[in-house]
């Protein structure tokens, strides 16, 4: 069992599609026969949109998860999930500001990936859009976001992996269409050192 432990906005369902891939590994996807129940966009084992908190799947040996998503059942998949693992990779960013950032464009305009798009009838194809960020939601979302990076050091600490910043693995070709811009970003800025969180 591999074990994608994932914040939000670093790259990750780009990377268990990829890793997928290569490895062969397979991971919960979306039916297009609805019949599954699978989400068709995060392809997250536990979100609460698809049943919440679970135990493994005997099909499924790669586990895209949030520390958001079991924190109130964590004796519990420590139990089934990280205790069986053999793999933990954990999926950080470095740049905490622009995390955040790309978080609250995505709660703005509902387009969480760009094949999301066409789905998302709220904009045209070749939309532009901007908005002004509210500070109280900037806050909401940094608290949220450091959360999540705080149970990821901790379980680290008890279950060392490879650490994947975002950063490292960027690539122009996966590189997500600036269509929206935040009218009042240079406002705002989260200094936090992620690295230290996994040392």
Same mark, same amino acid.
């Given at each position: ?14 990377? %268990? ?5 290569? +490895?062969?590994? +397979? ?19 536990? *979100?609460?949109? =698809? ?5 493994? !799947? ?9 520390? =958001? %998503?079991?924190?109130?059942?964590? &004796? ?6 990280? =205790? /069986? ?21 995505? !709660? /703005?305009? &509902?387009?969480? !990936? @760009?094949?999301?798009? &066409?789905?998302?009838?709220? #904009? ?6 901007? #908005?002004?960020? =509210? ?11 450091? +959360?999540?990076? *705080?149970? %990821?050091?901790?379980?680290? &600490?008890?279950? @060392?992996?490879?650490?994947? #910043? ?6 122009? %070709?996966?590189?997500? @269409?600036?269509?929206?811009?935040? /009218?009042?970003?240079?406002? #705002? !800025? ?10």
């Amino acid at each position: 069992m591999i074990i994608l432990l994932s914040n939000f906005r670093v790259g990750s369902s780009v990377f %268990q599609r990829e890793y997928s891939k290569k +490895t062969g590994a +397979t991971y919960w996807i979306y039916d297009k026969n609805g019949k599954g129940g699978y989400l068709p966009y995060t392809a997250e084992y536990l *979100h609460p949109s =698809d049943g919440g908190y679970k135990q493994p !799947h005997p099909k499924i040996n790669l586990y895209k998860v949030m520390p =958001d %998503q079991f924190k109130n059942d964590f &004796k519990d998949f420590k139990k089934y999930f990280l =205790d /069986e693992s053999s793999e933990i990779i954990y999926l950080v960013r470095k740049n905490l500001t622009e995390q955040i950032l790309s978080y609250a464009i995505c !709660h /703005e305009t &509902k387009n969480w !990936h @760009p094949w999301q798009e &066409k789905v998302n009838q709220r #904009f045209k194809e070749n939309y532009q859009y901007s #908005f002004e960020l =509210d500070k109280q939601l900037y806050k909401h979302y940094e608290t949220m976001i450091l +959360t999540n990076l *705080h149970y %990821q050091s901790i379980i680290y &600490k008890d279950y @060392p992996g490879k650490v994947s #910043f975002l950063e490292d693995r960027f690539s122009k %070709q996966i590189k997500y @269409p600036n269509k929206v811009k935040i /009218e009042n970003e240079k406002e #705002f !800025h989260t200094d936090v050192d992620v690295e230290k969180y996994f040392k």
